[in-house]
Every structure is written in structure tokens, then in C-alpha cells.
């Protein structure tokens, strides 16, 4: 007797369901989420949040949120109903994530992905990659982050594959920039896929286009320096320097300072060769407690996008997009540290996952599809096994 395909697909999907709703119980962020206190302190007329608290930046005698400011901006509306103590963020990031995915899904059907394969690739770039274990950790400041930058990421290269309006290509570019700083490098490479849509139409219009993508993506950026210098006094002081460090990370930077040629090394293993590392603990070592903080490599947890090396198209786009991503990995290896705390990925490789992905789209259309479907079903595994049933075979373990 055959399966049912219908069945097939609501058993996968009440499996996926069961996996998310196991993840959402990994024990919550302890501290404030600063985006919240940020917003807070945004509707009370003041740009300081009340402190301490980890990763504030001191400056004189006033406590500020480095971080770039638009999840603020995202999370405002929930906090003014809420305050920032009890606002869901756990819950707005589910609902960024559906976005993901349905913006994820639009960019598959503009680059003619047939229907069966556009599941496999929107569940790997939202369930085999950092990208899940950001979700079900953003009640804390760095994940939530990351997950509202990926979506605009994808929105921008959602217009930029699409209608191409420059003015919204830009503005989505622009808001993942404000959302992590490294995202700027996505911003060059949009401006040129919005000229190389326009060029059929003309130069004139390439110029409007991409003008515009450039210059609203120009208008977030000076608005990023402005609150710099409000802030910090110094419309290139990102306030980085300002946080308190502590333990291997404050010998780091005593010693190199956040940029430094020192940190390639350790980033590089971490990014490309350390595999799955599960710690074990209790009298015997045989307890599971959790993972190491140092995270997975993509080679080990994502696989996947390896495929993006067999991608064909525009040699400008093609060059331009491999460029960005090249750009944003050496940028982020030489910063001190490698994303840590994070859970089986690296959670800075999604500053360039998004264009990555796209890749991975194009390369999926020259590789053999069982061997990509293999690499996917492998890392979306890898992350049912570290992020939902981890934590609950560590605590049965324990009563044992």
C-alpha cells in the first residue's frame, strides 16, 4: 500500500512543529534584552538605558546599547504595549521568521525554482543554518539581531532580483546594515543587481535606480554616524570599545585590540573545521550538558552551501556576489571574537548567508539533487539533534 503524499506532508510538518516547540524550551536569556531597554529609554526621550548590564557600553557616567539600532525600532510598538521586561520576543521572532520564509519562497519562484525543490531550500537556509537557533534565543539582544537582519537581507535581495526599485532595494540594504554593521558590504552589491535588472532599459534608468538604492542605503548610514556622535561623541565611535570584557576576551583585545590578524587563525578553524562538540558532565562524564559555545562550523552544519560553488549567471553578478560574501568573512575573521556563545552554527556567518543562499539556489540547478537534499536533511538534523532534543535527553540523563 502506497503512502499517502498528503499524509507524508502534514506527518513533516507536525515533526518540524514538534522540534521548534521543543528548541522554545531552551532556557531563556537571564539578562535584559537591550533592543527593549533600548526602545524604552527611545519613548521616555533619552538615548542612555538605566545599567549595568552585559554588553552596555559606559561612557562618562551613562550606560548606551552599541549595537545598531533598528531592532529597537522593530521591537518599539510591542514594548510600548508591553514594557521592555515582558514584551514576546521570542514570539515577534517566530513571526519574523514566517516572513523569512515566505520572502525566502518569492525569491525561489523570481529565479524559477520548481515547487518541490523551493521546500527543501527555504527549510535549509531556515532550519539547517544559525538562522533557528537565533529564533528561539531572542529574547538576547545578539540573536534578535541577527534574525531581523537576515529578513531585511532578504527583503533587499527579494527587490533586487524582482522589480528592482532602487529606492526600496536600498531601504531594505540600508536596514539590514542598521540591524549589523557587516551587512554593509550587501549594500555595493545590490546597487548592482538593481543596475544589471535595469539594462535593458536603458542607462539613464540603471543610473536613477541604482542612484537611488545607493543613496537611501546612504541616508541609514548617516543616520547611524549621527546617533554615533550623539552618543559617543565621535561619528566613528561605534561604541564597541565602551563594553566591559572579561576572561579570554579582555586578554584578546588588552592585547590586539578588536581587529587584529591574530584572531584569523581561531575564527578560521571555527567557521570552516570544528565539528559538533557535545559536552558531558556529572561524576562519570556521561551526563550530556550542552553544547561548546564555540559553535559549529559551516562545513559541519551546513554543508549545503558548497553548492553555491557550482553557480552559473551574470559573470558581473556572479563576481559582485562572491566578493560580498568574500569581503564579509575576511572582515568578521579578524574581529576578536568568533560569535561566542552560540549553538551548533556560527552565528556571524549569517552577515552573508542570505547572498550566500541565493548562491546555493543558483548552484542547486547543476548538482545532483538527491546529493544537495542529502547535505540539507543533514544539517536540518544536525539542528533537531542540538537544539530540541538535546536539551531534553540532557535532563532526563540527569535524574539518573
Known amino acids: 500500500m502506497s503512502f499517502p503524499p498528503a499524509l507524508g506532508k502534514l506527518l513533516l510538518i507536525l515533526l518540524a512543529l514538534l522540534a521548534l516547540g521543543l528548541s522554545l524550551r531552551i532556557t531563556p536569556y537571564a539578562g535584559p534584552n ?19 548590564a552585559e554588553d552596555m557600553s559606559l561612557y562618562g557616567d551613562r550606560y548606551y546599547v552599541a549595537f545598531p539600532p533598528f531592532p529597537s525600532v522593530v521591537v518599539l510598538p510591542v514594548v510600548a504595549l ?30 524559477d525554482i520548481p515547487v518541490p525543490d523551493r521546500r527543501w531550500l527555504v527549510a535549509a537556509l531556515l532550519g539547517g543554518t544559525a538562522f533557528w537557533s537565533c529564533v528561539v534565543q531572542s529574547e538576547a539582544v545578539w540573536f534578535l539581531a541577527h534574525t531581523v537582519a537576515v529578513v531585511c537581507s532578504l527583503l533587499a535581495l527579494d527587490e533586487a532580483l524582482g522589480r528592482a526599485r532602487g529606492p526600496w532595494a536600498g531601504l531594505w540594504a540600508g536596514l539590514a546594515f542598521l540591524s549589523r554593521q557587516l551587512c554593509i558590504y550587501l549594500v555595493p552589491f545590490i546597487a548592482l543587481a538593481v543596475w544589471l535588472r535595469h539594462a535593458e532599459a536603458g542607462r539613464r534608468r540603471q543610473v536613477l535606480q541604482a542612484g537611488a538604492a545607493l543613496a537611501v542605503a546612504g541616508v541609514c548610514t548617516l543616520a547611524y554616524l549621527a546617533l554615533n556622535a550623539a552618543r559617543f561623541g565621535s561619528p566613528f565611535d561605534t ?162
Open 34 to 52: 537591550l533592543y527593549g531597554l533600548q526602545a524604552q529609554a527611545w519613548l521616555e526621550g533619552r538615548l542612555d538605558v538605566p545599567g549595568p
Open 82 to 111: 508591553t514594557g521592555p521586561d515582558r514584551a514576546p520576543y521570542r514570539a515577534l521572532a517566530l513571526g519574523l521568521a514566517v516572513l523569512a520564509a515566505w520572502v525566502a519562497w518569492r525569491i525561489l519562484g523570481r529565479l
Open 239 to 400: 561604541g564597541y570599545s565602551g563594553m566591559p570584557l572579561s576572561d579570554f576576551l579582555a586578554e584578546r583585545v588588552a592585547r590586539y585590540g578588536l581587529f587584529h590578524p591574530a584572531y584569523v587563525p581561531f575564527n578560521f578553524f571555527h567557521m570552516f573545521l570544528e565539528g559538533p562538540h557535545f559536552l558531558f558532565g556529572g561524576p562519570r562524564q556521561l551526563a550530556p550538558l550542552h553544547l561548546d559555545g564555540m559553535g559549529t562550523s559551516l562545513t559541519l552544519a551546513s554543508p549545503f552551501v558548497f553548492v553555491a560553488l557550482a553557480a552559473r549567471g551574470q559573470r558581473p553578478w556572479l563576481v559582485a556576489a562572491w566578493s560580498t560574501v568574500g569581503l564579509t568573512l575576511i572582515h568578521m575573521l579578524h574581529y576578536y571574537n568568533n560569535g561566542w556563545v552560540q549553538l551548533n552554527a556560527q552565528r556571524f556567518s549569517l552577515d552573508f548567508l542570505p547572498l550566500l543562499w541565493v548562491l546555493v539556489v543558483l548552484g542547486s540547478r547543476r548538482v545532483e539533487p538527491r546529493l544537495w537534499k542529502t547535505l540539507v536533511a543533514w544539517a536540518v538534523g544536525l539542528n533537531v539533534l542540538a537544539l530540541s532534543l538535546m536539551p531534553v535527553i540532557a535532563r532526563a540523563l540527569r535524574k539518573l
